[in-house]
């Protein structure tokens, strides 16, 4: 399957603690996106990737939050000192160069984190 | 404030009918918007795009339409089927990361 990955699937843990989530991209997409999506909501983004460097971070993204891309392939991204309001499912997606609005966003299946 | 807008949060239609799910939009910047569908403990799935370019586009048994001058568009399945059961989230861009509707949920009934 060559599609976007990320892991794990789930993650709960506890308030306070520190998460990390993996997203793998489709190989030869250059631009790489996260979103995260609640309850009865659309997927909001919160930041994204052309190749190594973060060009744009959503107001959503606190200073909890950061995210790498640092070789230009797989991210990471870091949630420091969770709090309840961070539970929601945490999805990337990746699309190819060229105008943004061109280009379709293909997602993986989320990690959705629950924090006790 | 919402720029993307789906107002039915949900929708069933009988199999063979033809399902229409509705996307309003209020920023004049869009200039591509998309279709995703989204089933359950899994991530959205592209379905069907349209450039600001053109009124409509059809692939198969999916049609957008867009109605520019009235910020709006639709997504037209026919025949719907039940594996059509799922979460359909409107999506626009104007080079920029997409915003996303809240999502309608069809429902196909045999």
């Known amino acids: 399957d060559t599609g976007v990955s990320q892991d794990p699937r789930h993650k709960i843990t506890k308030r306070g603690q520190n998460v990390t989530f993996r997203c793998d991209p489709i190989s030869e997409h250059n631009r790489l996106y996260w979103y995260r999506q609640t309850l009865g909501q659309g997927p909001e983004f919160l930041t994204y990737?052309?190749?190594?460097?973060?060009?744009?971070k959503s107001r959503l993204l606190s200073d909890r939050f950061s995210a790498e891309r640092p070789k230009g392939s797989f991210s990471t991204l870091e949630i420091q000192r969770t709090e309840q309001g961070d539970s929601a499912m945490y999805l990337c997606a990746s699309s190819g160069s060229g105008v943004i609005s061109n280009q379709p966003q293909h997602f993986g299946d989320g990690t959705r984190l629950s924090i006790l | 404030d919402q720029q993307v807008k789906q107002n039915s949060p949900s929708l069933s239609v009988q199999e063979g009918r033809i399902s229409i799910l509705n996307c309003d939009y209020t920023n004049s910047m869009f200039d591509y918007f998309l279709w995703y569908k989204k089933y359950p403990a899994e991530g959205p799935t592209f379905l069907i795009s349209i450039s600001s370019i053109k009124d409509k586009n059809e692939d198969g048994r999916f049609t957008v339409f867009l109605n520019k001058s009235a910020k709006h568009l639709s997504l037209h399945i026919v025949p719907s089927q039940p594996g059509d059961s799922a979460v359909y989230f409107c999506?626009?861009?104007?080079?920029?990361?997409?915003?996303f509707g809240k999502g309608t949920r069809l429902s196909v009934i045999a």
């Open positions: 990737f052309q190749n190594e460097a973060q060009l744009e």
């Open positions: 999506a626009a861009t104007g080079n920029t990361p997409l915003v």
